[in-house]
T-cell receptor, first 111, second 114 residues
Framework: GNSVTQMEGPVTLSEEAFLTINCTYTATGYPSLFWYVQYPGEGLQLLLKATKADDKGSNKGFEATYRKETTSFHLEKGSVQVSDSAVYFCALSEGDYKLSFGAGTTVTVRA | DTAVSQTPKYLVTQMGNDKSIKCEQNLGHDTMYWYKQDSKKFLKIMFSYNNKELIINETVPNRFSPKSPDKAHLNLHINSLELGDSAVYFC?????????????FGPGTRLTVL
C-alpha cells in the first residue's frame, strides 16, 4: 500500500534559520504529493503540491521538488519566521479518494 | 464565509454515550471526508463520500456511522463511545479526487471521552 515517512520532530529553530523537513514515500504508481500545514488550534491547509516527477511546488517561501528517483518530496524554506511554527504533514494521493499522511513534524521557531 | 464548518468544537462525554458531530461545506464540492487525529498528531482517514455515496471506509468500527443528507453535509455519529475514541476529528472536502484537488479542512472537533 501507499505510505509516507517524514522526519521525526520536534524541530526547534531560530528565526531566519534554514528549514528542511524530509519526506519519502512508497507508492505503486505515480502519486501526487502534498505538504499540508496545521497552525495551532486550526485545521490543516494546503501549503504546496506537485503532481508529477520533477515538478516543484512553492508557496509562502516554502519549496518542495517531486523526486521520483529518490521517492522524496522534501520541504525547504530558506529563512523561517516565528509565524511558521506549526505542524507540517507530507501526504500523497494515488488514484483513489483519499490522502495518505505522514506522521507530521512539529516545527517551533524562536524569536 | 467559513468554507468547512464543524460543530461542536469541543465535546466532552462519558463512556457508553452516543454523540454526533456535524459538518457543512459551502464550497460546492462533491467529495467530503472524515479524519481522526490522535494525541501524537497522526492523521488517518476514516470515511470518504462522493456525491452522497460512501466510497472509502477505512476499517472503522461499526460504532461510527457517517450520514450524508446532501452534498454539502457529512455528519458523524458515534455509538457507545470508548476512551480510545478521544481525538480531534476533522471534516474536509474537495471538488473531486484529492489527486489534483485541494482538500479544505474544517477547524476540528476535540472529543474527550471520560
Amino acid at each position: 500500500g501507499n505510505s509516507v515517512t517524514q522526519m521525526e520532530g520536534p524541530v526547534t529553530l531560530s528565526e531566519e534559520a534554514f528549514l528542511t523537513i524530509n519526506c519519502t514515500y512508497t507508492a505503486t504508481g505515480y502519486p501526487s504529493l502534498f505538504w499540508y500545514v496545521q497552525y495551532p488550534g486550526e485545521g490543516l491547509q494546503l501549503l504546496l503540491k506537485a503532481t508529477k516527477a520533477d515538478d516543484k511546488g512553492s508557496n509562502k517561501g516554502f519549496e518542495a521538488t517531486y523526486r521520483k528517483e529518490t521517492t522524496s518530496f522534501h520541504l525547504e524554506k530558506g529563512s523561517v519566521q516565528v509565524s511558521d511554527s506549526a505542524v507540517y504533514f507530507c501526504a500523497l494521493s494515488e488514484g483513489d479518494y483519499k490522502l495518505s499522511f505522514g506522521a507530521g513534524t512539529t516545527v517551533t521557531v524562536r524569536a | 464565509d467559513t468554507a468547512v464548518s464543524q460543530t461542536p468544537k469541543y465535546l466532552v462525554t462519558q463512556m457508553g454515550n452516543d454523540k454526533s458531530i456535524k459538518c457543512e461545506q459551502n464550497l460546492g464540492h462533491d467529495t467530503m471526508y472524515w479524519y481522526k487525529q490522535d494525541s501524537k498528531k497522526f492523521l488517518k482517514i476514516m470515511f470518504s463520500y462522493n456525491n452522497k455515496e460512501l466510497i472509502i471506509n477505512e476499517t472503522v468500527p461499526n460504532r461510527f456511522s457517517p450520514k450524508s443528507p446532501d452534498k454539502a453535509h457529512l455528519n458523524l455519529h458515534i455509538n457507545s463511545l470508548e476512551l480510545g475514541d478521544s481525538a480531534v476529528y476533522f471534516c474536509a472536502s474537495s471538488q473531486a479526487s484529492p489527486i489534483t484537488d485541494t482538500q479544505y479542512f474544517g477547524p476540528g472537533t476535540r472529543l474527550t471521552v471520560l
